[in-house]
T-cell receptor
Framework: DAKTTQPPSMDCAEGRAANLPCNHSTISGNEYVYWYRQIHSQGPQYIIHGLKNNETNEMASLIITEDRKSSTLILPHATLRDTAVYYCIVRVANTDKLIFGTGTRLQVFP | KAGVTQTPRYLIKTRGQQVTLSCSPISGHRSVSWYQQTPGQGLQFLFEYFSETQRNKGNFPGRFSGRQFSNSRSEMNVSTLELGDSALYLC?????????????FGEGSRLTVL
């Protein structure tokens, strides 16, 4: 199973862009990259996912390198409410099995 | 529409007992998966059910089991509880599983084993 590695923590000033990196060098060609976040041990909240093209939604942008070995989640204008643990995840093809990394604790400060 | 509902939200058991946790998926969703979250191991996949059949299983001992009913509701059971089973147990549902959309998580059941 493909694994992901993330920095344990990051800081970001409110209003600035938060760029969260993730390495997934063993990802298979048909496995998707997902990002979720978790606040205070609540259920994980979906952010975005992608296969090989860059993706954008109302919450964030996902940039996946051409070789698919790494990706970056971008929160364009971080707010205090974005303080959370962000998980970069590989979804095993044709399953609902998510392989979570250890996550990045993002602290947004005023 | 209502989200994924897990019950109970909190429970305390003692070693050797067993526990059953329940998950009601979003209406119309037929696939349910379970995850365990502990401080030491993080979030780990337990199992996945679709149409009452277990399709996938994580690397957990046989004390961990589950099932899915015809209405897509799912239960998981842990027998002969150990201290290390203390965790947040999360359930997620999708429309039909194996698609590429979002998994919707519940708020979890927090189990404490004394």
């Amino acid at each position: 199973d493909a694994k992901t590695t993330q920095p344990p923590s990051m800081d970001c000033a409110e209003g600035r862009a938060a760029n969260l990196p993730c390495n997934h060098s063993t990802i298979s060609g048909n496995e998707y990259v997902y990002w979720y976040r978790q606040i205070h041990s609540q259920g994980p909240q979906y952010i975005i996912h992608g296969l090989k093209n860059n993706e954008t939604n109302e919450m964030a942008s996902l940039i996946i390198t051409e070789d698919r070995k790494s990706s970056t989640l971008i929160l364009p204008h971080a707010t205090l409410r974005d303080t959370a643990v962000y998980y970069c995840i590989v979804r095993v093809a044709n399953t609902d099995k998510l392989i979570f990394g250890t996550g990045t604790r993002l602290q947004v400060f005023p | 529409k209502a989200g994924v509902t897990q019950t109970p939200r909190y429970l305390i058991k003692t070693r050797g007992q067993q526990v059953t946790l329940s998950c009601s998926p979003i209406s119309g969703h037929r696939s349910v998966s379970w995850y365990q979250q502990t401080p030491g191991q993080g979030l780990q996949f337990l199992f996945e059910y679709f149409s009452e059949t277990q399709r996938n299983k994580g690397n957990f001992p046989g004390r961990f089991s589950g099932r899915q009913f015809s209405n897509s509701r799912s239960e998981m059971n842990v027998s002969t509880l150990e201290l290390g089973d203390s965790a947040l147990y999360l359930c997620a549902s999708t429309l039909q599983g194996r698609d590429t959309g979002e998994l919707f998580f519940g708020e979890g059941s927090r189990l404490t084993v004394l």
